[in-house]
């Protein structure tokens, strides 16, 4: 396989009891890929989407980030917790709920994974934190804790916070899912801007006219399986499969973005 | 009708003061013992191991579904026959109420580990972190906050339990009123002045821990 993959995932399975979520995946995400993840819920999308940074561990398959390489399955034995922490520190997860840490400031959120897990000197990464609030357009509310914040601001600390870690690829759980909608706009922005810059990324999502406008490539899946797989726009203006088709016909699939004027 | 006479007990006030400091002592000793097992006996049932975990709960049913009364006896004069451990009235007392507190306080801080968002020890592993770093750095500060009330509750249960340490005659208050009473022939003046002597030490400190919470939840 070629190396200009940055993921690369292999008959992955998962099951949680006698629930398949995942069937047989195959991924590949190019070097500044940006795959957009649809499906209708219960399709095992986030599920894949937490097999690539073993939040969830899989039953069976390859995954591959970087150089960075698990196989489970029979007679494999599962990574440690330090090395699976180790692995997780490359990759970058914003999650649905945000997930911020409310007993911290903004700027401390954005701090704690270069502190508590990279070592860093605490002004440098005081310095590194402030650039990335900045970045997404946060940089007076540093001293403001979560509970001040709307949801969009929360998000974008969220990825504030993904990013001062500076991974390799960023994976997006129905980042604008839980926003109200004249929020989703300014979350969307952040990301656009991060998939112009070359970042790598795996966005799950249920905005069909973000992911045809900013994903290079779209998979559709279904109860477990990829059910269609190609470039963005083409999956979403002439999908082949049945299933796809009735999922995206609930969806405007083409037209503006939500405005981003909501960026200060 | 009866005749208070609440001036004869000055004359016992020495005795007073010092069963208050055996009592307060005491206190301290056992709340500071009863964390630490509740602790280990918290992260015991939280453990990814099945031995830990057992362990665990049978220490805290163990000490939580017998009277407290019946253990002070038992680690005095049941371990001393059964297995040889010979103790002094104040290390039998301390440790079976360093247990029986520790019971209740690893339940307290279990359900306040286990009450965090799950979502939060995500976010921690997504960064990089491992579990122990999770625990101390994200999971731990909040679910304290909400533990306080609970453990404060609980503490100051275990600092009128200590007045049951008088049955091993370790000279705590409530040991050196019922020589002052007996000596006096006025228990109803002397044990009026233990209530009132309890209570003069709680109430002030519920006053300063609900203040503590309030300034705690400045920051939710």
């Known amino acids: 396989m070629s190396e200009t993959q940055k993921i690369e995932i292999r008959s992955l399975r998962k099951s949680f009891g006698s629930n398949e979520v995942l069937k047989n995946i195959n991924l590949d995400v190019a070097k500044g890929g940006v795959v957009a993840l649809i499906g209708p819920s219960g399709s095992g999308k986030s599920t894949l989407l937490r097999c690539i940074n073993l939040l969830v561990v899989p039953d069976g398959g390859n995954v591959r980030v970087g150089d960075t390489r698990f196989a489970f399955g029979d007679g494999s034995k599962l990574p440690d917790v330090k090395t699976l922490a180790a692995f997780r520190a490359t990759t970058g997860m914003v999650f649905q709920h945000f997930n911020l840490f409310p007993h911290m400031t903004t700027l ?107 994903a290079n490539r779209l998979i559709f899946m279904r109860d477990g399986i990829v059910v269609e797989e190609g470039p963005a726009r083409q999956v979403i203006d002439n999908p082949q499969e049945a299933a796809t088709r009735a999922f995206l016909s609930h969806f405007h699939r083409t037209g503006a973005l939500p405005p981003a004027n909501a960026v200060p | 009708m009866y005749q208070w006479d609440f001036g004869i007990l000055w004359s016992y006030r020495w005795l007073f003061l010092n069963g208050l400091g055996v009592t307060v002592g005491f206190t301290i000793v056992i709340v500071v013992c009863g964390l630490l097992f509740g602790l280990l006996g918290a992260f015991g049932s939280l453990s990814r191991f099945r031995t830990l975990r057992l362990g665990a709960l049978a220490f805290i049913e163990v000490f939580r579904c017998t009277p407290i009364l019946v253990q002070l006896i038992w680690f005095y004069y049941a371990l001393p026959i059964l297995a040889g451990v010979e103790m002094t009235p104040i290390t039998a007392s301390a440790l079976a109420l360093s247990l029986y507190g520790g019971s209740f306080y690893s339940e307290i801080i279990r359900g306040g580990i ?38 404060m509750n609980q503490s100051i249960i275990q600092f009128k339990n200590t007045s049951l340490v008088s049955v091993l005659a370790v000279p705590d208050l409530v040991y ?37 919470e309030k300034r705690l939840a400045v920051s939710e």
């Open chain 1, 108 to 214: 401390q959120n954005v701090m704690e994974g270069p502190v508590t897990v990279r070592r860093m000197a605490k002004t440098n990464a005081e310095t590194l934190a402030r650039a990335q609030l900045a970045k997404v357009g946060l940089a007076e509310k540093a001293d403001q804790y979560p509970a001040t914040l709307s949801g969009g601001q929360k998000q974008r600390v969220a990825i504030a916070r993904a990013l001062a870690m500076e991974p390799d690829v960023m994976l997006f759980d129905e980042a604008t899912s839980a926003l109200d909608p004249e929020l989703v706009g300014e979350v969307l922005n952040v990301i656009q801007q991060l998939a112009s810059e070359g970042m790598t990324m795996v966005i799950v999502t249920h905005e069909i006219a973000f992911a045809r406008e900013v």
């Open chain 2, 176 to 212: 050196q009123s019922q020589v002052a009473a007996h000596d006096s022939y006025r228990p109803l003046e002397t044990y009026t002045a233990v209530a009132v002597a309890y209570a003069a030490i709680l109430i002030p400190l519920t006053i300063i821990v609900r203040r503590g």
């Open chain 2, 114 to 151: 286990v009450s965090i968002d799950r979502g939060q020890s995500e976010a921690g592993a997504a960064l990089g972190m491992t579990p122990s770093q999770t625990m101390r750095r994200i999971v731990l500060p909040q679910a304290i906050k909400r533990m306080i009330p609970a453990l």
